[in-house]
């Protein structure tokens, strides 16, 4: 176990668990933080080739779906006693391609018995770079990269700020499918993967050039693979230099074949895609003026642990601490590039969280943060037009990049918003989670509460539930000093009628 200092960390001593859903491995990693260090408790890897089981439809196949579950399952026995808010999963590029991808969703969480996130690439690249900054920390500009099955992800950073964070669909699983399918190596086929890596990262030239770093550090499975095998060659000592991955690529093309490669060091579970991960290791080296690239001790899975941790620090306290969570942040950063109206957000949200504590008070805290956030950004389609804002707002949320966000819970906060206003049709087959349905009642009727954008007593509203009969309770002769809201809020009630899904009594 290494045991290395990591300042200004919470003092997190019980066990927490990140769960990282490659394209070509799964890995979980258990780890404590005892007086801010980092200590790994346990570490465990397989090889699941999700990525390779994507057919030209996008469709993941059934054997490499049952790949994934199989391994989800022997996690969730060494799981077993874990509670929820210790542990996250996370899914990388072949879940962001597969069409099918909620399909295997619903059965991998069964699985595993934790949510699972889908996050984006440029989530992804801020938590790798999360993991490489807290376990290898300097004050020194550098170049992080992260060769997966299916991605490649750059990020430009200093100390533990990221500059910038981009992510490529390249992989060595996809390139090595593509270009070396029968483990043939030739030199064509060399030269073809290189041009078409080099095509794939030729836009981040400028945004990574030399002159903004001083150190390029490889973080995960490929910059590790090859490191091996330079160091266990005598080639380098673990350090990747173009002259180094030449050498490599042409004890390739001299095997011919995957099947004779005999390189020292080369485990068995990275032979098939050694081809396209060195190829695209030998673009970036050459294309943006790595003379050496050195292995990181972080990755992304460190990297959720510690994300892990400021959620559950936020979470302790309620006012000033809760901005340690990136998602706060996030929430402030979209208010202000979609120009929201504050006052109007903030109205909405006062009223909206007071009605859903009414309904759900014992609600998980994550679940009131995510009404909170919907609230908080319920109108950001204003930007785009006034008409069908909720709309706007719904198609932005669910495409957005928002730093600490998973794109599933982003399609959650979408989904929300769409839910606004407006007949309950478009969320058919949604309604069914009894958590939304709580969240879009309060939020739908807080927007109707602020609908005239001036001050509103946002406890004036009483929300009873008894089953499927919710009764809302208005102040006596509220109706009649308040003739518009009345009106909606009956419209309200027969919408909700006509869906069949619950019943409105206005009281």
Request: one cysteine or more.
């Amino acid at each position: 176990m290494n045991l290395l200092p990591i300042p200004v960390t919470p003092d997190i001593a019980a066990p927490l668990a990140a769960i990282d859903m490659g394209s070509n491995s799964f890995r979980l990693e258990i780890a404590q933080l005892p007086r801010g260090q980092y200590k790994r408790q346990e570490y465990l890897k397989e090889t699941v080739r999700l990525g390779a089981g994507l057919d030209e439809e996008g469709m993941l196949t059934e054997a490499a779906m049952q790949r994934g579950l199989e391994c989800l399952q022997r996690f969730a026995l060494r799981l077993k006693g874990f509670p929820a808010a210790r542990v996250r999963a996370v899914a990388t590029q072949t879940l962001r391609e597969a069409k099918n991808r909620n399909a295997f969703l619903a059965r991998a969480q069964e699985a595993l018995g934790y949510p699972i996130e889908v996050i984006s690439g440029r989530e992804e690249a801020r938590l790798i770079y999360a993991g490489v900054a807290r376990l290898q920390p300097s004050d020194e500009p550098r170049l992080v990269i992260d060769i997966g099955g299916r991605s490649t992800e750059m990020i430009l950073g200093r100390g533990r700020r990221p500059a910038s964070a981009e992510s490529f669909q390249i992989g060595s699983v996809s390139l090595s499918m593509r270009f070396f399918p029968d483990g043939v190596f030739t030199a064509d086929a060399f030269r073809a993967a290189q041009v078409a890596a080099g095509a794939e990262l030729e836009e981040a030239l400028t945004l990574f050039k030399p002159a903004l770093w001083q150190r390029a550090l490889g973080s995960s499975g490929t910059v590790g693979a090859v490191a091996q095998i330079l160091a266990a060659s005598g080639v380098t000592d673990g350090r990747i230099t173009p002259e180094a991955l030449r050498w490599c690529i042409e004890q390739c093309i001299a095997a011919g074949n995957m099947s004779r490669l005999d390189l020292m060091g080369l485990k068995e579970d990275r032979r098939a895609v050694v081809g396209g991960g060195l190829c695209i290791l030998y673009t970036l080296l050459t294309q943006f003026g790595i003379a050496e690239l050195f292995p990181a001790k972080g990755a992304l899975r460190q990297g959720v642990i510690f994300d892990l941790v400021e959620r559950l620090e936020a979470a302790r306290t309620s006012d000033g601490a809760a901005k340690q969570d990136m998602r706060e942040a996030s929430v402030e950063a979209l208010q202000k590039r979609f120009a929201v109206d504050l006052a109007q957000a903030a109205r909405v949200q006062a009223t909206a969280q007071s009605l859903y504590k009414q309904l759900a008070p014992r609600a998980p805290r994550e679940r009131q943060r995510e009404l909170a956030w919907a609230a908080a950004l319920h109108e950001m389609g204003m930007m785009v037009s006034h008409h069908d804002h909720h709309r706007h707002s719904a198609y932005l949320l669910a495409h957005v990049d928002a730093a600490g966000f998973s794109q599933s819970q982003l399609k959650r906060l979408g989904d929300l918003a769409l839910g606004q206003r407006g007949g309950l049709r478009k969320l058919d087959g949604i309604l069914g989670d009894e958590s939304l349905l709580l969240q879009l009642l309060s939020l739908r009727l807080a927007v109707i509460k602020a609908h005239a954008r001036e001050a509103v007593d946002s406890q004036a509203l009483r929300l009873t539930r008894e089953g499927k009969r919710f009764t809302l309770s208005l102040p006596k002769s509220w109706a009649q000093q308040n003739p518009r809201t009345s009106y909606l809020l009956q419209e309200e009630a027969a919408a909700w009628a006509r869906s069949g899904v619950l019943e409105l009594v206005l009281a």
